[in-house]
């Protein structure tokens, strides 16, 4: 996507070529081939779904619609949503989950992180919602009750979006808020859960190698899949620090 004058402009392709997806099942099929793809496009020619579908198709709720999309793949089983590239949204499947986790925590689990001074105490707050409740029953919270829950004064956005690029929570599904007679109304909002909670803890925290080693993993499945791409491209799509 690119901004001229003030404008958007998509970055599409033809409905002909090759590459167009058509559905979200022929997304899903690509998502799994390369192992995680971007939503819009970015410095790595190629490398988004905005890309590899017709631009004006978005944003027009039609069975086409590749916005609409993300609601139909996010709750999938082989595929997480969230933003995971650049602090924009994407796609990665369960098969690299694991590598993308063990990199962008570093090795830790939150707790650690904030005990050795690498996570934001509001970060935390958001973290400690997510708690299981008494009955040991994981949660999955709509955005706005995530908010309220973790009664972050200042930053809530930017909490939210730092814990996903670190792996720590997902979008798990797009819902509508419900009224007190349990009735749904206005848009579908983001609810959130963490991978553990989605494909266990031990699925997520599986030894897949060190945090470097994930990176160079990461960083070579792109070069595979784009061998065209600049590293400082990669580098600043993936959120590998110099």
């Not at 994981?138 to 973790?150: H, Q």
Request: net charge neutral.
């Amino acid at each position: 996507m690119d901004t001229i004058d003030g404008v958007w402009y998509m970055k599409g392709c033809r409905r002909n070529d090759p590459g167009c997806l058509h559905s979200p099942r022929e997304l899903a099929a690509l998502v799994r081939t390369i192992g995680f793809l971007p939503l819009f496009s970015n410095d790595i020619p190629g490398f988004s779904v905005e890309e590899h579908t017709p631009a004006g198709d978005w944003w027009t709720d039609g069975p086409g619609d590749p916005w609409a999309w993300r609601q139909v793949l996010a709750p999938e089983e082989e595929i997480a949503y969230g933003k995971f590239f650049d602090k924009k949204a994407g796609f990665v499947s369960k098969k690299w989950f694991p590598v993308f986790a063990n990199y962008r925590r570093d090795g830790y689990d939150y707790e650690g992180l904030y005990e050795d001074g690498k996570m934001k105490h509001r970060n935390r707050q958001v973290m400690e919602a997510f708690e299981p409740d008494e009955q040991m029953r994981s949660l999955e919270l709509l955005t706005c009750d995530l908010k309220k829950k973790a009664a972050v004064a200042k930053g809530f956005e930017g909490a939210v979006t730092e814990l996903q690029m670190q792996t720590f929570i997902i979008v798990n599904a797009f819902r509508q808020r419900k009224n007190k007679q349990g009735i749904g109304y206005g848009w579908h909002v983001g609810a959130l859960m963490t991978p553990e909670t989605k494909w266990g803890y031990d699925y997520v925290n599986q030894p897949v190698g060190s945090p470097d080693a994930c990176r160079d993993r990461i960083f070579e499945q792109i070069r595979k899949c784009f061998p065209n791409a600049e590293e400082k491209a990669i580098r600043k799509v993936i959120g590998i620090r110099y």
